[in-house]
């Protein structure tokens, strides 16, 4: 009997999994491989200072060491780089922005993030500084596709290269059955799949699509990611990644005028210099009403969980909550309240 099932292999599945690596438990995921997937085409941020109040990520002092050594070893086991360390050059947008952002710093848990002295100089050739800039300190980026295609081959004998459908699935007491396997657990890191899943069906979930392009700069260079309500982020020879979007009334994954309007929108507000588009992408994310994650069991069977609704901040909390349900699962340790799904037992016992 194998250990454990993962149905999907985005952030969560993926770091739940290198969690069972690392403990040499036995495991297979099922992921297929989509180009439009949520974790493949988001930028992989991880900011230590979010939300449109500039407010400190809530743990990023035990993320921040948990995401760095989590992939070091991927890194050195994949045999490619995944993680950069790297600054937020942040852009006011406006008058009210500047004075917003000031207002934000009088917390003194943002200052050891924030350079207020930030030389913009080099910059004013290409972007609008016209409201002033201060650099954030200590931000990350995951190189997505690396990650998805390096991890998807390193484990090639462990994965089913589609999508599980849930009428494929036989839970009883005795274990999780599928295709002629079996196994003592499933955990469905499925995304937006999980409005469809049977037994997770009545969370709460509260789907986004979000709108992105990757274009061209002309000689415009730079390691820092520059945020002024559009985001780019740094691909290498002149490409960027920017976005997104944050929709709710359209789930489809085909592009949208008003998306490209924004996006064009926010690139003329920040760029003095003409650039062209070479890719346009379009992903849904998997958030709930709440706004946090939901990870735990089920009230009505002790052998399936859920790791999942990450929102927009897969990449910096999937490695911790796939750590926290690892330890809930084999040792019982608690899940942290937040993103404990036992919130919504009521809802599934319906």
């Not at 035990?62 to 950069?84: G, V």
């Not at 499933?186 to 899943?197: H, M, Q, S, W, Y």
């Not at 052998?303 to 490695?319: D, P, R």
Request: proline fraction near 4%.
């Amino acid at each position: 009997m194998i250990d454990f099932l993962i149905v999907g292999g985005g952030f969560s599945g993926i770091a739940f999994s290198w969690e069972l690596e690392q403990k040499n438990i036995s495991y297979k995921l099922a992921d297929p491989g989509l180009y439009n997937s949520a974790t493949t085409v988001s930028g992989g941020l991880i900011n230590p200072i979010t939300g449109r109040k500039s407010s400190l990520q809530w743990n990023i002092a035990e993320l921040l060491p948990l995401i760095k050594n989590n992939y070091l070893l991927l890194e050195n086991t994949l045999h490619c780089k995944l993680l950069y360390e790297t600054n937020i050059l942040k852009i006011h947008k406006s008058e009210s922005a500047l004075e917003e952002w000031q207002r934000a710093q009088l917390n003194i848990n943002l200052l050891p993030y924030i350079n207020n002295k930030f030389d913009v100089s080099l910059y004013n050739r290409f972007l609008d500084f016209r409201f002033g800039a201060v650099s954030i300190n200590s931000a990350l980026r995951i190189d997505t596709e690396m990650l998805t295609n390096k991890y998807f081959n390193f484990i090639e004998t462990k994965r089913i290269k589609r999508v599980i459908e849930h009428s494929e699935i036989t839970i009883s007491d005795s274990g999780i059955s599928h295709q002629n396997e079996n196994y003592k657990y499933i955990v469905f890191c499925e995304g937006i799949n999980a409005l469809k899943n049977p037994w997770y069906k009545n969370i709460p979930f509260k789907p986004a699509k979000g709108e992105c392009i990757i274009l061209e700069i002309p000689n415009f260079s730079t390691e820092l990611i520059i945020h002024k309500g559009i985001i780019l982020i740094p691909l290498g020879e002149n490409k960027y990644w920017a976005g997104a979007t944050n929709t709710w009334d359209d789930l489809t994954t085909e592009k949208t005028l008003a998306g490209a309007e924004e996006l064009e929108l926010g690139l003329q507000q920040l760029l003095k210099v003409p650039y062209s588009i070479l890719e346009y992408k379009v992903a849904i994310r998997p958030t709930i009403r709440d706004r946090a994650p939901v990870v735990g069991g089920h009230p009505n069977y002790k052998n399936i969980f859920i790791l999942n609704g990450m929102g927009t901040k897969g990449a910096s909390l999937s490695n911790f909550y796939a750590q926290k349900l690892v330890n809930f699962i084999l040792y019982g340790h608690e899940i942290p309240k937040e993103a404990n799904i036992k919130r919504f037992y009521d809802l599934l016992r319906e």
